[in-house]
């Protein structure tokens, strides 16, 4: 079962949960004879985030929880039947809406665990069962899929920044909505981080949760020292002296003093806590304070809109920070705030119920999407990845040729095995994924970052297989002729 609890913050039932169009799209599947047609649909991204050449996946385990308690219930059937066309009669009629009221979830399925590396145009889900079931699924799958995949890329990047120090998700009160920071937090622990400011995220998925304390508390009392007293006499175990309130040094100075206290009281100051100003300068100036003092164990933590670009530059000005502590940008994502995930429909089947490949063209190369029913599959050469290529399932395993995506040519990989990488989830509407605890989520997720960091030195190979691109030519050239 998934261990996401979405129902434990909203309702039961998530039909709704769409746009407009998928419902009117699924009438008129259901009124042309149409809606248990079986279909195949693929939801990919075509541009990496971040000017990065891949994506850490993630969301598969909401878009299951989602999955499970997807139906539309009374209360739903009844709002629709009142919405109106434009000649202000019933949008819908009432044996579709029965029709949505009875239906039970009967897709089939397979996507990348979370925590894989994926490439442009690859699917990260292949959906397919009833038409109108897989058309109706379509919004939330892209945005379960799409934001926690865009966090999670965001997060690993600003844990590679890092190398090594601790990573801390910071960023609730500048996310979109409580159900944004929550799944930021999820998303980003997915991504490296070590642990949350957010309570909820912690207690609903398990992830370590880590604070200090506001300038409010400091402005609270008379001076700073006095401050740093009564919150070393309040939480002895959990002192990070928030030190930036007024002259940042003279704060790390109350901060030493307030640490000798508590350890001749049997405890020992965790650190400080940088919020603004030169952290460079600041971070150094603090260390060889704190080091003096006899407290060269006590951590020096930052804030203060950091990411990997950040965190890099200040690594290269030799600041001292030992934990670093990612807000806006990281759970928003702020220079790139949306992935561009898409779902498009590659194959149905005919009434004979033989497959069709379907292709979606486009004056625009890049959106031009690939025909039938993709599986991907990842060379291994002596344990490590050599190239990706994707193929329709009906041709089984590939061949050693791949068309690549950005050299627009072929390419012959080095010998090995092929790994599929999409995964059974669901077959027939029934669960049948094994979902890791979120902490080997993050472990998978971590070790995928460390096998293609050695691959950085070179683009990694990515394409079709020889089949599919000779399909796909071939549609095209019928399409347009």
């Known amino acids: 079962m998934p261990n996401t609890h979405l129902k434990q913050l909203y309702r039961s039932e998530f039909g709704l949960m769409t746009d407009l169009y998928e419902l009117t799209m699924a009438y ?14 693929h939801l990919f991204y075509r541009k990496p985030p971040f000017g990065h050449d891949h994506l850490i996946v993630s969301g598969l385990e909401l878009a299951a929880d989602f999955l499970q308690s997807y139906r539309f219930s009374a209360e739903d059937v009844q709002y629709l039947g009142r919405l109106t066309g434009s000649n202000g009669k019933a949008l819908f009629s009432e044996s579709f809406l029965n029709y949505l009221q009875r239906m039970e979830f009967r897709c089939s399925v397979y996507a990348m665990p979370e925590g894989s590396v994926a490439f442009p145009h690859q699917p ?13 699924i379509e919004t939330v799958l892209l945005t379960l899929v799409n934001f926690s995949s865009l966090i999670t890329t965001k997060s690993a990047r600003i844990v590679q920044a890092a190398q090594g120090d601790s990573v801390l998700e910071f960023g609730m ?9 929550i799944t930021a937090a999820r998303a980003a622990y997915v991504g490296g ?3 949350t400011s957010n309570v909820k995220a912690g207690q609903l998925y398990k992830i370590p949760v880590k604070g200090t304390h506001a300038h409010s508390w400091v402005m609270c009392f008379g001076d700073e020292l006095e401050a740093f007293q009564r919150y070393a006499d309040a939480l002895p175990n959990n002192c990070i002296f928030l030190v930036d309130t007024y002259d940042t040094i003279e704060g790390v100075r109350n901060a030493i003093r307030a640490g000798q206290q508590l350890r001749e009281a049997g405890h020992e100051m965790v650190g400080i806590r940088l919020d603004s100003g030169d952290l460079a300068s600041l971070s150094i100036q603090a260390r060889q304070l704190l080091d003096e003092a006899g407290f060269e164990n006590a951590a020096i933590v930052a804030s203060n809109e950091l990411d990997e670009h950040s965190i890099r530059k200040l690594k290269e000005q030799g600041a001292t920070i030992s934990i670093w502590g990612a807000g806006t940008r990281l759970a928003t994502a702020s220079d790139q705030p949306a992935l561009g995930g898409v779902y498009k429909l590659s194959a149905i089947q005919n009434e004979d119920g033989e497959w069709e490949d379907r292709i979606k063209l486009s004056e625009e190369a890049i959106k031009v999407s690939n ?7 990842r060379r291994m050469s002596a344990g490590h990845p050599s190239g990706d290529v994707i193929q329709d399932v009906r041709d089984g395993v590939p061949g050693s040729r791949l068309w690549e995506y950005r050299t ?5 990989l080095p010998e090995g095995d092929w790994e599929e990488l999409l995964k059974p989830v669901f077959e027939g509407g029934k669960l049948v994924y094994d979902f890791p605890a979120l902490q080997a989520v993050r472990q998978y997720s971590l070790a995928q970052q460390r096998l293609f960091a050695e691959k950085a030195a070179h683009p990694y190979p990515h394409g079709l297989s020889q089949s599919l691109y ?5 549609m095209m050239e019928e399409v347009e002729a």
């Open 28 to 41: 008129g599947y259901w009124k042309n004879g149409m809606a248990d047609r079986p279909a195949a649909f």
């Open 124 to 136: 990260l889900l292949r959906v397919e069962g009833p038409l109108l079931q897989c058309q109706l």
């Open 173 to 181: 009160r500048r996310s979109q909505g409580i159900d944004g920071a």
């Open 193 to 195: 981080c070590h642990a």
């Open 371 to 377: 025909p039938g029913r993709q599986q991907v599959f």
């Open 408 to 412: 627009q040519d072929f390419r012959v």
């Open 470 to 474: 000779d399909r796909k030519m071939a």
